[in-house]
């Protein structure tokens, strides 16, 4: 039971450039998140979902996209990367809204 | 708007106790969490709360009171790997967690 993984672990982007952060469950949890976090402030969430094909926008959507296609993944896409990006970006998973979210290890982004 | 304050940073000495609060003011309230985050990891629960009063687990106690938005988190025996930052977070009515910046708590010898 590896709980929640995310890759990659680091990585630098230039400016312009595009990636997909992946993120992986296996508690067979319906509730997923991305959050990032910045130096000195709170985690902010960026998209969630509450199930396979069910996405929603957090409190700083702009400049990602998410996909939901199963239970087990939550992906991550950055278009057209900004130094604003620069970030630790982390996924979490929960069984229902109130339960206990489960956090990944991080994806330390930085972009130049 | 909504908002958890919590100490920026606090120093304590090994084998001591320490309190950590959390204020907040959120858009309605299903409960408070605490997060431990050691450096360059991820965030680990410690507790939750949903009703006034004290919640103990070991050396970790969290309290409660919805009246006064206010929670603390209170750490006894503290031991060096206690060395971490602490995250207050709020579930508002759309039970989306609201995260305060988080407490960076130093151990002494």
């Known amino acids: 039971n590896a709980g929640v993984t995310q890759t990659p672990k680091f990585r630098i982007l230039k400016i312009g450039q595009s990636m997909t952060l992946q993120c992986a469950q296996d508690?067979?949890?319906?509730?997923m998140y991305w959050y990032r976090q910045d130096p000195g402030m709170g985690l902010k969430l960026i998209y969630y979902?509450?199930?396979?094909?069910?996405?929603d926008k957090g409190e700083v959507p702009n400049g990602y996209n998410v996909s939901r296609s199963t239970t087990e993944d939550f992906p991550l896409r950055l278009e057209l990367a900004a130094p604003s990006q620069t970030s630790v970006y982390f996924c979490?998973?929960?069984?229902?809204?109130?339960?206990?979210?489960?956090f990944g290890p991080g994806t330390r982004l930085l972009v130049l | 708007g909504q908002n958890i304050d919590q100490p920026t940073e606090m120093t304590a000495t090994e084998g001591a106790i320490v309190q950590i609060n959390c204020t907040y003011q959120?858009?309605?309230?299903?409960?408070l969490f605490w997060y431990q985050q050691h450096a360059g990891e991820a965030p680990t629960f410690l507790s939750y709360?949903?009703l006034d009063g004290l919640e103990e687990k070991g050396r970790f106690s969290s309290f409660l009171s919805r009246s006064k938005g206010y929670s603390y988190l209170l750490l006894k025996e503290l031991q060096m790997k206690d060395s971490a930052s602490y995250l207050c977070?709020?579930?508002?009515?759309?039970?989306?967690?609201?995260w305060g910046a988080g407490t960076k708590l130093i151990i002494k010898p």
């Open positions: 979490a998973s929960s069984g229902t809204e109130q339960e206990t979210q489960y």
């Open positions: 508690m067979n949890h319906n509730y």
């Open positions: 979902s509450v199930g396979a094909g069910i996405t």
């Open positions: 959120t858009s309605g309230f299903n409960g």
């Open positions: 709360n949903v």
């Open positions: 977070a709020v579930s508002d009515s759309n039970y989306q967690l609201i």
